[in-house]
């Protein structure tokens, strides 16, 4: 296994309140793309690591914002480009079509979900044993995929998500503890779709929670998604009561 962290170029040291986050940029191996990886140097004690998946917009200012904000809490992250080569949509058609274009090659994404999740535990501040992945939108399917896999994660969190599968995880398999955040009000995960998942992970025997938010539409934790809904048309807004719980059931995981 290569030392990707080896490869580490530092970019940036900020200051959020009295904790100071850096912030380092990654080549994955093969010629996968780059993820940036997130610590504070205040953190004493090695604790949760969180791997940050991308929404299908691509590996933008959210995602990375998203990792920040972990890291000023004192949890070291990593935000992992899972099109690679820094692939952003400015429209939901270019979106698109990266997302089919990633999930078409399953064996790449692995391979950087991998890279993250191997550079994440090489970290003093991360206990090997306390890995969590969190995806929104595309990355929120990421994710659970890999929970599906039986991936060697002590949870992943699912923020307006896909939830359907057409590889229903086995039972016994899940080791991870699973949480979904969905918008009661979102057409791309219809009620039907939840319902299947609440069945799935049932049969599966696997540890879930899913938080259901009414008035909640696609890409609720996104304060852009409403100002791209109105753009294209499409059912994106802005939730903050969905967003501010969900985050907060989130962060309550990791201090289980």
Known sequence: MKNYLAAAVLLLISFAGHSAVTEQTLSMPDGLGQMVIYSNSDTKSAGPGVIVVHEWWGFNDYARSRARQLAELGYSTVAVDMYGHGKVAEHPDNAKAFMQQALEDSDKMQARFDAAKTALAKLPSVDPARLYA???????????????????????????????????????????????????????VPSQQVSDFTLEMANAGARFDVLNYPDAK???????????????????????????????????????
Request: proline share 3%; aromatic share 10%.
């Open 134 to 188: 969190i995806g929104y939108c595309f990355g929120g399917a990421v994710v659970l995929n890999q929970a599906r896999k039986g991936a060697d994660l002590a949870g992943v969190a699912s923020f307006h998500g896909m939830l359907s599968t057409q590889m229903p995880a086995k039972k016994g398999q899940v080791k991870a503890h699973i949480l979904v955040a969905t918008g009661g009000s979102d057409p791309f």
């Open 218 to 256: 696609h890409s609720f934790t996104d304060k852009q998604a409403t100002e791209n809904g109105k753009k294209f048309g499409m059912p994106f807004e802005y939730n903050r009561q969905a967003d501010e719980h969900s985050w907060n059931a989130f962060l309550a995981m990791l201090q289980q």
